[in-house]
């Protein structure tokens, strides 16, 4: 088994760890366990086919997995992979150490951001949230924050799809229902790009495949990825689980699920296609135990999404987490502290990929204002994340020695040199005495949240497609 090296990826002196080095190991051969003893339902007849002949034990549609086809898995699968902006030059490197904040997607509502009202969602809304995702700067990919269902259930993610391609130049996040969706969605792409040879060389987007219980592989998801996969599309594979309800309620149990779902699904896609990239998810929440639902907000998503991420580095993949959410049903403080939270643990513990920025009310409802309110989030916590540098440079002794003591440094050549550098200048947040900020119309955070959402929507220009693209695309989308 490859195993990463936990210290390699320590660029900076900020140190953070939720499990040890023997809890990390325990864990694993926990999951290989599982995987052996219990198994996983495999609901695809080809995929039950390939475990069978790699030695797996099948019962009907139980597949127990030896570890050795999981151990190969890991050695087959690449450590990560690159996804592209459809402009050929924006790139993000999916692979342990780094992490890439982003949206999710499927809310039923959305927020409008002129009226503020939560309507059902439409594929305006998809709209709107790729033009803000492609204008903020620490936003780095692009998910469609809304579920539009002003067109055909049955087709909602093709046009999904489609508007995060015709709005937004970033890296993208697909689904599908079907193989139709997901080969609809691969022509939309191969067109925006200028066909499928410069999509297989610089893939735009990767599918985003959710399984559908714990210890389940279902038939459509895997069938997508298995097409995807044979297409240089890279996988981001989910192993789902609510602790207390479909994990176990412990934090630890909830791991060997997490992981046991996102480990059989991999195995099953590189016995497909080995090489193909693939990147573990989860989005471990816990019940709330008075009412039975996910719990989005709470302490210990963000612990057990800690700790995914360092199992995922401890195999040596990169993992999609969950960053930017809340149960909040508003922009207030609770969604604030809920999402500033998430964002430091996904720092901290160097989760690849974290999505779900802009979610309110356990996922149900999709917000520009938390979204960009992440964006200013995350801003300051990357800045936090980059720490002292100490050099001779930054020591600056002969700085301090030339201005001496009682000196200022305000005017001194190297202030101006290392200023933007050293500190952090918000975009949202107001930093203004009293005085000047009663002047300037006594703002508040929120207020400024929204005129940045505003202007964004009456300004950005989308990144233009290639000649003939759009009527390509439309002619995919108006397709009986």
């Given at each position: ?16 760890q ?15 366990e599982c ?6 339902n ?5 995929a ?8 797996a ?36 490197d999916?692979?342990p ?18 009226t ?45 799809f ?7 130049r ?54 997508n ?13 989910h ?37 193909a990239p ?6 471990p ?20 999404s ?51 920025a ?60 290392h ?41 950005h ?5 290639p ?10 989308l108006?397709?009986?």
């Amino acid at each position: 088994m490859k195993v990463l090296d936990m210290s390699s990826i320590d660029s900076i002196n900020l140190k953070f760890q939720v499990l040890s080095d023997k809890d990390l190991e325990r864990i694993y051969q926990a999951t290989l366990e599982c995987l052996e003893r219990t198994g996983v339902n495999v609901l695809n007849v080809e995929a039950r086919d390939l475990f069978a002949r790699a030695g797996a034990s099948v019962d009907g549609v139980r597949v127990r997995i030896p570890r050795q086809v999981i151990q190969k898995a890991l050695k087959t699968c690449p450590n990560g992979f690159t996804l592209w902006g459809r402009d050929g030059k924006t790139r993000m490197d999916v692979f342990p150490g780094q992490v890439h904040f982003g949206p999710g997607l499927t809310s039923s509502y959305f927020i409008d951001p002129y009226t503020g009202e939560r309507q059902r969602s439409r594929r305006q809304d998809v709209a709107a949230s790729a033009r803000v995702i492609d204008s903020l700067e620490n936003i780095d990919y692009a998910m469609g924050l809304a579920l539009p269902e002003d067109v055909a259930p049955e087709r909602s993610p093709v046009f999904e799809f489609a508007e995060m391609v015709m709005n937004a130049r970033k890296p993208l996040m697909a689904w599908g229902q079907s193989l139709e969706n997901i080969q609809d969605i691969y022509r939309i792409a191969a067109a925006a790009v200028g066909g499928e040879e410069a999509l297989r060389e610089k893939p735009i987007f990767a599918l985003f495949a959710v399984g559908l219980g714990p210890l389940v592989i279902p038939n459509t998801i895997i069938a997508n990825a298995f097409w995807a996969a044979e297409r240089g599309i890279p996988i981001v594979y989910h192993g789902p689980g609510v602790a207390g309800i479909s994990a176990p309620v412990t934090g630890a149990g909830t791991l060997v699920v997490e992981l046991a779902g996102c480990l059989a699904g991999l195995a099953a896609i590189q016995l497909k296609k080995p090489g193909a990239p693939v990147c573990l998810g989860s989005v471990p929440t816990p019940m709330d135990p008075r009412s039975g639902r996910p719990l989005y907000g709470s302490p210990e998503l963000s612990l057990y999404s800690a700790a995914l991420s360092e199992l995922a580095t401890y195999l040596n993949l990169p993992l999609m987490g969950t960053s930017g959410a809340s149960e909040a049903k508003t922009v207030d403080l609770q969604a604030a502290i809920e999402s500033t939270t998430q964002v430091i643990f996904s720092l901290l513990s160097r989760t690849t990929i974290p999505h779900d920025a802009g979610f309110l009310d356990c996922a149900d409802i999709g917000s520009l204002e938390m979204l960009v309110m992440n964006d200013e989030i995350i801003g300051m916590a990357r800045r936090i994340m980059r720490g002292i540098e100490v050099s001779d440079a930054t020591l600056m002794l002969d700085l301090i020695d030339r201005v001496g003591p009682g000196g200022e440094f305000i005017s001194a050549k190297e202030t101006a040199r290392h200023f933007r550098k050293e500190i952090w200048l918000p975009r949202l947040m107001d930093r203004q005495p009293w005085n000047q900020w009663e002047r300037n119309g006594s703002l508040s955070m929120l207020d400024n949240i929204r005129n940045r959402i505003r202007n964004i929507l009456e300004t950005h220009v989308p990144y233009p497609l290639p000649d003939g693209a759009l009527e390509k695309i439309n002619a995919i989308l108006e397709k009986n």
